[in-house]
């Protein structure tokens, strides 16, 4: 049913109703009610006459009754009767216009298949979705090749019923027509027959049409004819069925299901123009203050004032060993909260935004929040599966996308009309350019993951299907919003505990001096080896060494003083021959000469290297930095520093 006011009628000093407009008309025409019958819309209308009323909201009482209503409308018309026809009215299907969308479907599926194909070693997520679409466009063709070549009548309509030839292997009488209802748009013109449900049971179904709807066991009861793309004109074959239908003179109530579905209709109308989505807008400003978060104590200083990647992913960002060679699966939970940088972030917003003001009053705030943060887990494990095991990935994308699918799902909730149209329309807007790779990178190299888009969008999709199988047609939101609660919960607690490695890895790169001296936080590095060095221990000579790197890197003017202070009272012993040599007061061969063992002559290399490098002669600092790295232990920081140093003179950040 579309027509979605429920109306009111006096009769017999009492009030009848809810009943639809089409049942007042029929009513009308078989004299059971009178043009001055009373009716109002609702409890809180004025009580009018049917002419009055008809009159105001659709058009005078005479028109109605001769003309059809344009338009996605209700019962067909009330037309005049037709003469009685002996004969059967035959209608077939014009071959040329079933040809154009044959050639539109079979070039959509040779597309696809070719794209999938090319694209399926570099975009495996694109490639699979390329060939799902090409399937489907691929039965598309079958279904329409069949009506091309078929030569049996498509629709047969006579005084005792239809056939229609996709449908039925059996005639449907006109009795058995609960309502009918033509709806056209700008490239489609369908006649819809619905029909009672204990009759729909009986007859026997045709065709592929007749074996999805066994396979699915939906929509059994509704007969569709593409009244367009017949031979005979879409409005001949609409009079004809409105001589029958009216002929029939069939008056039946709403039933319970299509009484539950207007009412469903008009109060999700009246949560979308009422209710805010909150849960939108508090997950707008947690994504927004998790970035400023991450450019505001993120590691390392990134690009533009953008985060870095280093920053991403010790943040949370997911990467393919981080998962499945060191098992921080909390990575998946927290990936979706982070972003790139701003325009990243801001497209996400909006689209959040657009999904959350028609999703969030749809299905309540709980099962709202369920389905984005299980769609972010499903972006999340399809960036994983299916991207190079080399890229961070992050981002909100798939939670937002997984939204989207999830309102076309919900759409089916409500019967075919404006509504649920336009909730498809709005949602397929925004989720078909998020699944087609029309931009393989964006700015400073960073990839769009449509992985990650695919995954949320198949996560949502399913989820919300779930909700309708649990989704009473009275109840104004789904079923067991505590099992939403318990769901976010258990996200919230993940969350929170990944808190723990994330401030902890902050912590180390940190208070890392090393990662500061080659980041180029030279005075932070500086500071920090001085604070290890008053520790005491064996390394803290070196440590004092290393202070002395940072401190001339980072030009100051204290380095040299500082180091030949350290070292004045130290003894004559290992290493501080290495810091006559920075200071100039010993040459490269008198101080590898002072080395006393092997581990000792690679770290005489290694200084000697950054002697040779503090001089400009970047060729011969290379060369001592490669034998360091040959010779010195793993363990030792001159090896990390040789590495270090060759990977910047090489133009690669450590």
């Not at 027959?193 to 049971?201: G, P, Q, S, T």
């Not at 004109?233 to 039946?252: C, G, M, S």
């Not at 870095?308 to 060679?325: A, N």
């Not at 000792?600 to 290694?606: D, G, K, L």
Request: contains cysteine.
């Amino acid at each position: 049913m579309t027509e979605l006011t429920a109306w009111f009628y006096k009769h017999l000093n009492g009030e009848v109703g809810p009943v639809s407009e089409t049942e007042i008309r029929i009513l009308l025409e078989s004299g059971q009610l009178t043009p001055g019958t009373k009716v109002r819309t609702g409890p809180d209308s004025d009580w009018r006459s049917i002419a009055t009323a008809f009159a105001t909201d659709r058009t005078t009482l005479a028109e109605a009754a001769e003309t059809r209503i344009p338009g996605n409308e209700g019962w067909l018309t009330d037309a005049p009767l037709a003469d009685e026809r002996r004969e059967p009215q035959h209608y077939f299907y014009n071959r040329g216009k079933v040809a154009k969308p044959l050639l539109i479907g079979l070039t959509l599926a040779v597309g696809l298949g070719l794209a999938g194909f090319r694209s399926h070693s570099e975009a495996a997520a694109f490639a699979y979705l390329a060939y799902a679409c090409a399937g489907f466009f691929a039965l598309a063709v079958v279904v329409w090749t069949r009506r091309l070549l078929q030569r049996e009548p498509a629709l047969t309509m006579d005084a005792e019923g239809f056939r229609l030839a996709e449908f039925s292997e059996d005639r449907v009488p006109w009795t058995a027509v609960r309502d009918a209802v033509r709806h056209r748009s700008r490239h489609a013109d369908n006649l819809i027959f619905e029909l009672d449900r204990d009759v729909a049971k009986t007859l026997r179904l045709a065709g592929l049409k007749g074996l999805m709807q066994r396979c699915l066991g939906r929509s059994r009861n509704k007969a569709t004819v593409m009244i367009a793309h017949m031979r005979a004109e879409p409005d001949v074959i609409v009079r004809e069925a409105n001589a029958y239908l009216a002929r029939a003179q069939v008056t039946r109530p709403l039933s319970p299901v299509e009484q539950a579905q207007a009412a469903a209709e008009q109060a999700m109308s009246g949560r979308l123009e009422r209710d805010r989505p909150l849960i939108t807008y508090l997950l707008m400003v947690l994504l927004s203050a998790i970035y400023t978060c991450e450019v505001v104590f993120g590691v390392d200083a990134g690009d533009h004032g953008a985060p870095s990647i280093q920053t991403l992913f010790v943040f949370g960002g997911t990467m393919h060993d981080s998962i499945f060679i060191d098992h921080n699966y909390w990575r998946l939970f927290t990936a979706p909260f982070l972003h790139a940088d701003f325009l990243h972030i801001l497209f996400n917003l909006v689209g959040l935004w657009l999904a959350g003001r028609r999703l969030e009053p749809l299905v309540g705030r709980r099962w709202f929040t369920a389905l984005f943060l299980v769609s972010a887990l499903g972006g999340s494990l399809a960036s994983i599966l299916f991207n190079p095991p080399n890229l961070v990935g992050i981002g909100a994308s798939g939670g937002i996308v997984g939204l989207f699918s999830a309102l076309i799902v919900a759409s089916f909730r409500f019967p075919a009309g404006a509504t649920r149209t336009g909730l498809q329309i709005s949602a397929a807007r925004v989720l078909i350019p998020s699944l087609l790779p029309l931009i393989h990178a964006a700015r400073d190299g960073n990839q769009i993951d449509y992985a990650s888009h695919t995954g949320g969008a198949i996560a949502g999709a399913i989820a919300m299907f779930a909700l309708l199988r649990i989704w009473p047609l009275e109840a104004n939101i789904p079923r067991f919003p505590r099992v939403a609660s318990l769901l976010g919960g258990a996200y919230c607690l993940v969350l929170l505990l990944a808190l723990f490695p994330i401030l902890v890895a902050r912590q180390d790169i940190v208070a890392d001096p090393f990662l500061n001296f080659f980041a180029g936080r030279y005075t932070e590095a500086a500071s920090i080896f001085m604070e290890k060095s008053e520790k005491g221990g064996e390394p803290a000579p070196y440590y004092l060494l290393w202070r002395y790197l940072a401190q001339v890197r980072g030009a100051d003017p204290q380095a040299s003083s500082n180091l030949r202070n350290a070292f004045a009272a130290a003894p004559d012993v290992w290493p501080k021959p290495v810091s006559k040599l920075l200071l100039g007061e010993a040459s490269e061969e008198a101080t590898i000469a002072a080395a006393g063992n092997d581990n000792q002559r690679c770290e005489a290399t290694f200084y000697v290297g950054e002697w040779y490098l503090l001089h400009g002669k970047r060729d011969v600092a290379r060369d001592h930095f490669a034998k360091a790295l040959a010779w010195c232990p793993k363990t030792y920081m001159e090896f990390d520093g040789a590495r270090g140093e060759l990977q910047l003179m090489a133009g690669i950040k450590p």
